[in-house]
């Protein structure tokens, strides 16, 4: 079982930047891939960022270009550094991983909120 803490959202003004920290915790070896995802109000939940265990990443094509992920596997934290945020920003982010075998596991989400 994994555990995920996401941490750094909060209320930031437009073209400014957050940097949202997700930390690990359980059986991390049974991890495959790890993302974030995000759901605005009235809004599906939707990938923003993953990244995989040989550190190959994707992104969503709205945030390229602004949004970068990393991981530091030495503190087992998987990082989503956001720059140029837009208030289309706004929503809640979660922190995913993908298991080897089984359901996915969510953190709690962090609320980021983005004024113009």
């Known amino acids: 079982q994994v555990q995920l803490v996401e941490s750094g959202g909060g209320l930031v003004q437009a073209g400014g930047s957050l940097r949202l920290s997700c930390a690990t915790s359980?059986?991390?070896?049974?991890?495959?891939?790890m993302g974030w995802y995000r759901q605005a109000p009235g809004k599906q939940r939707e990938l923003v960022a993953l990244?995989?265990?040989?550190?190959?990443?994707n992104y969503a094509d709205s945030v390229k270009g602004r949004f970068t992920i990393s991981r530091d596997n030495a503190k087992n934290t998987v990082y989503l550094q956001m720059n140029s945020l837009k208030p289309e920003d706004t929503a809640v982010y979660y922190c995913?991983?993908?298991?080897?075998?089984?359901?996915?596991?969510w953190g709690q989400g962090t609320q980021v909120t983005v004024s113009s």
């Open positions: 359980g059986s991390i070896n049974s991890i495959n891939f």
């Open positions: 990244i995989t265990s040989g550190g190959r990443t």
């Open positions: 995913n991983a993908q298991m080897v075998l089984g359901a996915p596991t």
